[in-house]
């Protein structure tokens, strides 16, 4: 009995220290656990801390407009030679080098040159530059020429509709700074605005052909001036004060542009032009036939300067020879000019040797004036048989006719010169008037445009050449 007492109370003793056992183990477990869990609680609040304390970093826009500055001509293809006897490479290298240094300095700006020294760059090649670099503009800098050296003026040329806008912004700037005649933008076929895949302009800046202009031309201010100037189209083309306009994205500049054409291969063709088409939107073109005289073509030239709008004058041949001071003010201040005829006979009427005479005498007289040969012809009284429509077409000229007949010529009143411009009118749409050879020297038609303009933009409709409506040249000497 003792003995089985005896196992029994050592049993019970192990158990009783196999309990103390666990208990003390459970015990430093937990201690363990809070510590543990207090580290981390305290971790992470340290973190969290942490992350509160320190400012967000900044978000740097490295947002840039990647702009191809192209200095025109270049090593063996010299550009056109100056008064003084220098060439027009030399001229275009010197500005490009200043625009492109003052686009360094801004900070919307990366610009590249197409060439940094007196080297030949093909055209295509020029445009290829700024396509594989994706740039957001092209801008081709160059001086032009004639062969009269009174000629004078800034124009900026463009190939395709998108570069509308900033042939406007770049043309606007440079005529201001320079104080030039503005000769306004103009559509045309060139190899490098065609090929490029971005809004390309080639900014004539000036006549290195006329001594006075070549004179501000080759100055340091002059080029200062023209520098900044064209930078600041650029400015105002992709937003002021760094508020930037989204870049255009890949595809859209992959969107291929129509091959590239010579002067030869525009279109025109073997019909009558009555209107432009309505899917370029709410565009009229406002036209003036039977100029110039000194009395109502002044003062409709006025009232188109003051509402900053181009228009289109169709020019008698004998009043351009009398007075090619005007034709050279229509042209200096950007309107389209369009031929006429010489004396404004009845083409009906006419022996086809004799109208083909009356057109190449008013072509030749327009030049001599204003350096533009044009590429419009319009029939005195809208009178032209087929085979004179043809003979015409062979000329490469374009035969206008209009929408709208204001009948501003009979002395109609102003009131119902608007009345037939807003009932007749539609989008694409041409509108006639004259600008001589009416009753009180057109008083009505003078009195009619300063309202019709107005109501027309209130209409939502924009003012645009018969060339730019039509998609031509505006004259086929350039």
Known sequence: MISRNKRRKSIKGIYILLILFIVLLGLKLTWHNDSLTGKLISNLAERKE????????????K??????????????????????????????????????????????FEPRMTRTEDQFVELQDRAAIANDWNADALISIHAN??????I?????????SDSIPLAEMIQEQVSKALGFPDRGIKMEQ????????????????????????EAILLSNKGQDLAAQAIVDGLKNYFGQNGSLNPPKTEESRQIPSPPALNQNQYKIENKVYFDGSAKDGKQVA??????????ATPKILDILKENKIKATFFILGNRAKSHPELIRRIVD?????GNHSWSHPNFDKTPMNEAMKEIEDTQDVIEDAA??????????????????????????????GWTVDTLDWTGVSSNKILSLVHKQLRPGGIVLQHSANGKKHMANTIEALQQMIPELKEKGYSFVTVPQLLHLPDSQSQ
């Open 50 to 61: 942490t992350a509160m304390t320190v400012s967000p970093p900044k978000i740097v826009n």
């Open 63 to 108: 947002t840039k407009y990647r702009i191809v500055v192209d200095a025109g001509h270049g090593g063996k293809d010299p550009g056109a030679p100056g008064a003084s006897g220098g060439h027009e490479k030399i001229f275009n290298l010197a500005l490009a080098q200043r625009v492109y240094q003052l686009l360094k300095e801004e900070q919307m």
């Open 145 to 150: 020429t004639y062969k009269d050296p009174k």
């Open 152 to 160: 004078s003026g800034t124009e900026t040329l463009y190939r395709h």
């Open 190 to 213: 060139l190899k490098v605005l065609s090929l490029s895949k971005m809004p390309a302009v080639v900014a004539e800046i000036g006549y290195i052909t006329n001594p006075e202009e």
């Open 286 to 295: 406002l036209t003036f036939d039977d100029g110039p005289d000194t009395i």
């Open 333 to 337: 201040e950007g309107h389209a000019i």
């Open 371 to 400: 350096g533009v040969r044009p590429i419009l012809f319009r029939a005195p009284y809208g009178a032209l048989p087929k085979d004179k429509l043809n003979a015409i077409n062979k000329m490469n000229i374009a035969v206008i």
